[in-house]
């Protein structure tokens, strides 16, 4: 495939949560056409097995590729942990993924050595990203905790409620007791949370957004590559689901943080 600098970049999830990413990149990426796929049919991917989960990712990748894209990102975290060599060995794109991303800025920003991941129970028990930061550094003490509460509360909205504030409290009591310096926000989800996580945390912890952090090195690997989009224009973005399109669009708003338009529903 012949890619050029106006192809669109694609993005993937399970879900909505990867719309995090799409945010950090149209934020750091202005002129970039960007599409996005939310399987929102089968969500949630945490609780099936790899070969579905390798078999979801393949479908999603060459639906993606046929539409031209001039990279690929795996925006969800379930994938990145058990099937981003699937989509590697697929496409004719460079692939990033977020845990690779978030694992790196993490090895590279900790002072102490201590680092923290948050994630849901599928992404933590994958050990993906005790894996990726131990490939960066193996002197680096990581401890993690599931988070199984966090995405439900964040898709209701409860952003900044008694509850979810309570619920983050416990979460982190047992990392926090490790003196980490250093807090990986683990799930798309997540970034919606930083001011409550933040401040639980308190200042000395640095949080890594994951969604930033791939953005930086999508930019940085289209400029390597002369794949950017360098001239100032007015980006196509471009939707697509798998089912719910009227929620995906209501809940996706409040991830994006600007209205969704273009949104359009798959049938495999």
Not at 18 to 27: C, H, I, N, S
């Amino acid at each position: 495939m012949r890619v050029i600098s106006e192809n669109p970049i694609g993005v993937f999830d399970s879900g909505i949560g990867g719309l995090t990413v799409v945010r950090a990149l149209m934020e750091r990426l202005p002129f970039e056409d960007i599409i996005y796929f939310g399987d929102t049919a089968r969500v949630p991917y945490g609780v099936k097995s790899v070969s579905t989960i390798s078999s979801f990712a393949t479908q999603i990748t060459e639906f993606l590729l046929q539409h031209q894209v001039k990279m690929l990102i795996i925006a969800c975290n379930t994938i990145a942990a058990v099937a981003s060599q699937v989509v590697q060995d697929l496409s004719s794109v460079p692939v990033l993924n977020v845990i690779n991303a978030g694992a790196q800025t993490a090895a590279k920003i900790t002072r102490n050595k201590q680092v923290g991941i948050l994630g849901t129970p599928a992404t933590i028990n994958s050990n993906a990203y005790v894996r990726a930061i131990h490939e960066a550094d193996n002197h680096i003490h990581v401890t993690t905790q599931a988070c199984p509460l966090f995405v439900p509360l964040v898709e209701e909205g409860w952003l900044d409620h008694p509850v979810t504030r309570l619920t983050a409290q416990e979460y982190l009591k047992p990392v926090l007791a490790e003196k980490i310096d250093t807090l990986v926000l683990g799930c798309t989800h997540y970034p919606l949370l930083k001011p409550i996580l933040s401040e639980i945390a308190g200042e000395s912890i640095r949080l890594v957004d994951s969604a930033i952090t791939v953005a930086h090195e999508t930019a940085d690997l289209l400029l390597a590559n002369g794949m950017a989009q360098l001239s100032s224009r007015e980006p196509n973005y471009l939707y697509f689901v798998t089912d719910v399109p009227l929620r995906f669009q209501s809940v996706g708003e409040r991830f994006l943080g600007r209205s969704l338009e273009n949104v359009k529903v798959v049938n495999w």
